[in-house]
Every structure is written in structure tokens, then in C-alpha cells.
């Protein structure tokens, strides 16, 4: 594979390849520095009841059973158990909880940066793997589509459904959807309401 380069329409050049090297980022002077990544930092929290309405701060979440992390620990789940009567809501929330959650946390004519602590971007955070892993996917599995809206100085990102991943749940069979109910079965199994 060659690496051939060709002027745009504005008379820069442009390369067909584009480097994954970091360093890159150090070594040339024109390009701007690798961006420095931290910690994540709580700015809230919140969790949702049964009807998907937000409650402010950790009165809905659970905690890990840590009888189950002990080294020889042993048990046997029944992951199917309930299976029949499961009602799966399949309703994309988009980035919905997290809009309303600002607002919850905000008054009106807020400085949006600052009720958000001046982060940049506002997405769940399973879109952020999917971003940073597109440049390593083979083919493209489902594909993407992503909507970015800046705001304020802050980047909304939310995912939308693409006509693969529509087509794909549409269809999928009953086995497929008792594995996802195995996934949240066993979470039910392991967790707890009592922190302690």
C-alpha cells in the first residue's frame, strides 16, 4: 500500500493514510499536543426508579454482593428463572436522562459550562468506547450514526439506531433475547441494596 498525498480544494496537501502514532503528536511542531487525560471526576449523581424518572444522588443503585468475589466462592444461578414473564422495554432514552438531569441540576440562565464544571462533551459513556475503538473495527460491524450538537461550548453526542442494528433486533431470535435477559438476571443476583 502506497502512501500517496494530493493537494485539496484549498491547495493543502492531504495524505490518504493517516497515522495512529501518538508520538506524532509531540514530534511535529505544526501538529497540536496529544490531549492530557484524567481521572474522571463525580460531578453528580443520580439513579433511575422503575418508571425511568430521575432520583438525585445513589437511592436507586445497587452494590455488588461481595460474597461472590471471595476467591473460593461458589454458586449456581439459575439465569433463566423469570425468562417468561420479562417485559424488555426496548425504548432508546437517547441522551433524554442526561438533559433532564442537567436541567434538574441547573437554574435558568445557568452558565451551562459551569453547571456541567467545564467539561467539553455530554454522552453516555458507552458511545465514548465506541468512539475511540471505529479506528480498530474490522469492516464496520453495524456501522455508526452518532448526531454531535455544540451548545453553549459543550458538545451533546447521542447515538442513533442505524438500519443494520434496526434490522438486526427485529429479527433477532428468542435465544438471543434470553441471553440478554442472562445478563440482567445475574446482575440481579449479585447485587444488593445494602452498601455493607
Request: net charge negative; hydrophobic share 30%.
Amino acid at each position: 500500500m502506497s502512501n500517496s498525498s494530493s493537494a485539496n480544494d484549498y491547495g493543502e496537501q492531504r495524505s490518504d493514510r493517516l497515522s495512529c502514532n501518538p508520538r506524532k503528536f509531540h514530534d511535529d511542531a505544526k501538529s497540536p499536543k496529544f490531549p492530557s487525560i484524567e481521572k474522571p471526576t463525580v460531578l453528580g449523581e443520580f439513579s433511575l426508579d422503575r418508571t425511568r424518572a430521575i432520583q438525585s444522588g445513589r437511592g436507586n443503585v445497587r452494590y455488588i454482593y461481595d460474597e461472590y468475589l471471595k476467591k473460593d466462592a461458589r454458586f449456581a444461578f439459575d439465569l433463566s428463572q423469570g425468562f417468561e414473564t420479562f417485559d424488555q422495554k426496548n425504548v432508546h432514552e437517547k441522551i433524554d436522562v442526561l438533559l433532564k438531569w442537567i436541567m434538574k441540576m441547573s437554574s435558568p440562565g445557568d452558565n451551562l459550562k459551569k453547571v456541567l464544571h467545564e467539561c467539553n462533551f455530554v454522552c453516555w459513556r458507552g458511545l465514548l468506547t465506541r468512539v475511540a475503538s471505529m479506528p480498530f473495527e474490522k469492516g464496520c460491524g453495524e456501522g455508526n450514526k452518532i448526531a454531535c450538537c455544540l451548545f453553549n461550548g459543550v458538545v451533546f453526542m447521542c447515538e442513533f439506531d442505524t438500519e443494520l442494528k434496526i434490522t438486526k433486533l427485529e429479527n433477532e431470535t428468542d435465544f438471543s433475547k434470553q441471553m440478554t435477559y442472562w445478563g440482567f438476571k445475574f446482575e440481579q443476583y449479585v447485587t444488593t441494596d445494602d452498601p455493607e
